[in-house]
């Protein structure tokens, strides 16, 4: 079991950019993959961005590469997303979510924070 919650979302201008966070609290909490989804109004829960337990692997949803970096730092128990260049297409409710496997899709990971609001303003 592990609890997650994220933090760090909030106002942006478009091309700006914010780092969310998101703490994992458990015993064995950095033996999870991590990964980052985000759901936007109207639209199902998509797949960010993902990183496996060691931090040496990540891999990203094709549209957010090379503007967003996902990282975790075990002995802080934390993941973090780096968002450069937002535009409102981002704006969305960010969620943190833990799995002892691997994937991009939002069944894959059973256990979930309460996620973090992003708006991008034009």
């Known amino acids: 079991q592990v609890h997650l919650v994220e933090s760090g979302g909030g106002l942006v201008q478009a091309g700006g950019s914010l780092r969310l966070s998101c703490i994992a609290d458990?015993?064995?909490?950095?033996?999870?993959?991590m990964a980052w989804f985000r759901q936007a109004p109207g639209k199902e829960r998509a797949f960010v961005a993902a990183?496996?337990?060691?931090?040496?692997?990540?891999y990203y949803a094709e549209s957010m590469e090379g503007r967003f970096t996902i990282s975790r730092d075990n002995a802080k128990n934390t993941v973090y997303l780096q968002m450069n260049s937002l535009n409102p297409d981002d704006t969305a409710v960010y969620y943190c979510?833990?799995?002892?496997?691997?994937?991009?899709?939002?069944?894959?990971?059973?256990?979930w924070g309460r996620g973090t609001q992003v708006t991008v303003s034009s």
């Open positions: 990183v496996n337990p060691g931090g040496n692997g990540v």
């Open positions: 979510a833990a799995a002892y496997g691997s994937g991009q899709l939002a069944t894959n990971y059973p256990y």
């Open positions: 458990g015993r064995t909490a950095n033996n999870y993959h």
